[in-house]
């Protein structure tokens, strides 16, 4: 079992810089994935990013490519979402997640969720 807190959401204007972070308690096996999914009022569920425990691949969404950065910190246990030159459309709840194996790079589902932080982006 993996619980997920994450911390940082707020309200921001278009063009500035925000950061996300997801604490994990419990065992992250080397095999895991973590990562950001978001979920904006009417809209599906989308993965943001994801890193690999083990080697450190990731995994953007082509709509934050370039503007969002996911690092790892595995003696914490936690991941973060650098999120910059943010866009009104960013605006959703984002939620930390955990794949037992590499689904979240491959953009399948996740296996734990975290309870989500909500980000409005002001233009």
């Known amino acids: 079992q993996v619980d997920l807190v994450e911390s940082g959401g707020g309200l921001v204007q278009a063009g500035a810089s925000l950061r996300l972070s997801c604490a994990a308690s419990?065992?992250?096996?080397?095999?895991?994935?973590m990562g950001w999914l978001r979920q904006a009022p009417g809209k599906a569920r989308e993965i943001v990013a994801a890193i690999s425990w083990s080697d450190g691949r990731t995994f953007f969404a082509d709509s934050v490519k370039g503007r969002f950065a996911i690092s790892r910190d595995s003696a914490k246990n936690a991941v973060s979402l650098q999120m910059n030159f943010v866009k009104p459309e960013d605006s959703a709840v984002y939620y930390c997640?955990?794949?037992?194996?590499?689904?979240?790079?491959?953009?399948?589902?996740?296996?734990?969720w975290g309870r989500g932080t909500l980000v409005t982006v002001s233009s």
């Open positions: 997640a955990v794949s037992r194996g590499l689904g979240l790079l491959r953009g399948d589902g996740a296996d734990y």
């Open positions: 419990g065992r992250i096996f080397s095999t895991y994935t």
